[in-house]
T-cell receptor, first 112, second 111 residues
Framework: GNSVTQMEGPVTLSEEAFLTINCTYT??????LFWYVQYPGEGLQLLLK?????DKGSNKGFEATYRKETTSFHLEKGSVQVSDSAVYFC???????????FGSGTRLQVQP | DADVTQTPRNRITKTGKRIMLECSQT?????MYWYRQDPGLGLQLIYY???????NKGEISDGYSVSRQAQAKFSLSLESAIPNQTALYFC??????????FGEGSRLTVL
């Protein structure tokens, strides 16, 4: 079955620092890849996605590129803000499979 | 109004009690899911349903049961709660190819 591995947190950064959260996946074929974000006290919400190799998903200043050759989908942001403090989940999904597979989540803490 | 509504949002109960967590959605989607979140373990799939007559076990279904009462309603039950079922539970619907829309979660504490 599919699996997703994320870097462990917490990741602590100062405001305006550069962010990278690593994500690698194991799956058959060509899965779709996602980043979800969970703000304190809330449910998960979709941050960005990519559905095929070399696609770049982007939203709210975050980006991730679907790298088939390295089976990776690393999340990046050039300048983080305190409001980006949250838990970030990487996930993959094969067409026809019935549910997403999630990574274990990475907590990001941004200090002023 | 929220598209996916979970009740209760918080519940404290005792070992051995029966607990039901309810989920309703206003989007008219067929597919609904229950996930459990534990710190450091991400989300684990408990049950999922493709329609009223199609219910499937996920990774960690032992100790749980579900009921799909209607297209819009999907309930999760713990027949006899135990402390290691203390967790945050999320209901979700799927809105596109792999895109999940989550409720705000139900925090359950079993003493």
């Amino acid at each position: 079955g599919n699996s997703v591995t994320q870097m462990e947190g917490p990741v602590t950064l100062s405001e305006e620092a550069f962010l990278t959260i690593n994500c690698t996946y194991t799956a058959t074929g060509y899965p779709s890849l996602f980043w979800y974000v969970q703000y304190p006290g809330e449910g998960l919400q979709l941050l960005l996605k990519a559905t095929k190799a070399d696609d770049k998903g982007s939203n709210k200043g975050f980006e991730a590129t679907y790298r088939k050759e390295t089976t990776s989908f690393h999340l990046e942001k050039g300048s983080v803000q305190v409001s980006d403090s949250a838990v970030y989940f990487c996930a993959c999904h094969n067409t026809g499979r019935r549910a997403l597979t999630f990574g274990s989540g990475t907590r990001l803490q941004v200090q002023p | 109004d929220a598209d996916v509504t979970q009740t209760p949002r918080n519940r404290i109960t005792k070992t051995g009690k029966r607990i039901m967590l309810e989920c309703s959605q206003t989007k008219g989607h067929d597919r609904m899911y229950w996930y459990r979140q534990d710190p450091g373990l991400g989300l684990q799939l408990i049950y999922y349903s493709f329609d009223v007559k199609d219910i499937n076990k996920g990774e960690i279904s032992d100790g749980y049961s579900v009921s799909r009462q209607a297209q819009a309603k999907f309930s999760l039950s713990l027949e006899s709660a135990i402390p290691n079922q203390t967790a945050l539970y999320f209901c979700a619907t799927i809105v596109g190819a792999g895109e999940l829309f989550f409720g705000e979660g139900s925090r359950l504490t079993v003493l």
